[in-house]
């Protein structure tokens, strides 16, 4: 294994990681498909700030790393993995931090396994800015008791759920079928009961049935975390729909999750929320507001 300080990550979406790595010296390389695009220029100013190695591809940032970081959209995980897989070195870590289904770990798995890297899965269990490095993250695999320590010695949160690959993803896909749902819901149920005027009663309900949670702040996150996130959030349950799938049961809240979720992903992506990237966005402390948007948008 070679000395931490000479570790290299590949990333799409782990720019944070990248920076707290920086911070502590360990050289970072990085490859995104959208470098090639004008979507790019954020990308490169970030990394040009950080002292990030940009890579032309997956399979020059695979030669030349150690370990690399898979960080893409749910969809990308397989892919992703095959692309590196053509050239990475014998013995590279792969360490798979993609909320992908249980069978699409394995899959990756396989593709990497296959071409001399030693594969991990991750499963990070909750929202990455509040944690940075530290996030909890749970892995598996055959690998994973050998990565445990690695990663924690250079600012990781890991603890190994399983030597078996698929329980660490379950465990995630799992908890993202009630976060992600009740997240839909919380959308469907309070925008619904503002159209019809009845939200302070339905919240009184909430707040008599389930006393622990504040549900006017619950609500605002919901909206918040949806609306700036949503599209990503739908990939993510439509990975959960497959695991459903795989364990044999008919995923059909999960389905109606990714629906939602992308709904109003597209609504954002209208501008309906404002702009992206600015400091307003989607930073309403009262979900009513969020929710008369999307009435106006509907009775158009």
């Not at 004008?38 to 970030?46: F, R, S, T, W």
């Not at 979720?261 to 702009?275: C, I, K, R, S």
Request: charged share 25%.
């Amino acid at each position: 294994m070679a000395d931490p300080k000479r570790w290299q990550i590949g990333l799409e979406v782990g720019r944070i990681l990248a920076e707290d790595l920086r911070q502590q010296d360990i050289k970072v390389a990085a490859y995104d498909i959208k470098l090639g695009s004008e979507q790019g220029a954020p990308l490169k100013e970030h990394a040009a700030k950080f002292g990030v190695t940009l890579a032309a591809s997956h399979a020059e940032l695979a030669a030349k790393c150690d370990f690399i970081i898979s960080a893409v959209t749910a969809s990308q995980a397989v892919p992703v993995a095959k692309a590196c897989a053509a050239a990475i070195n014998q013995g590279t870590w792969f360490l798979d931090f993609n909320s992908a289904s249980p069978g699409a770990k394995q899959r990756a798995a396989a593709v990497i396994d296959g071409g001399g890297g030693r594969y991990v899965e991750g499963a990070v269990m909750t929202s990455v800015p509040p944690y940075r490095i530290k996030v909890p993250l749970l892995l598996g695999g055959p690998g994973a008791r050998e990565l445990e320590p690695l990663l924690n010695a250079i600012g990781f949160a890991a603890k190994v759920a399983s030597d078996k690959l698929g329980v660490a993803s379950a465990v995630k896909m799992c908890r993202s079928t009630m976060i992600k749902g009740l997240e839909a819901m919380v959308i469907e149920s309070f925008t619904t009961a503002r159209a019809y005027g009845v939200e302070d009663a339905v919240l009184a309900s909430l707040a008599e049935t389930f006393p622990a949670i504040n549900w006017e702040e619950q609500g605002a996150y919901c909206f918040q975390r949806v609306i700036e996130h949503g599209r990503r959030r739908a990939e993510e349950v439509r990975e959960v729909a497959e695991t459903v799938r795989e364990a044999g049961l008919t995923p059909w809240s999960a389905e109606g999750t990714a629906e939602r979720q992308a709904w109003v992903a597209d609504l954002a992506d209208e501008g309906l929320f404002g702009a992206r990237g600015t400091k307003e966005f989607a930073r309403s402390d009262d979900w009513r507001t969020e929710a008369d948007r999307i009435l106006a948008k509907i009775k158009r």
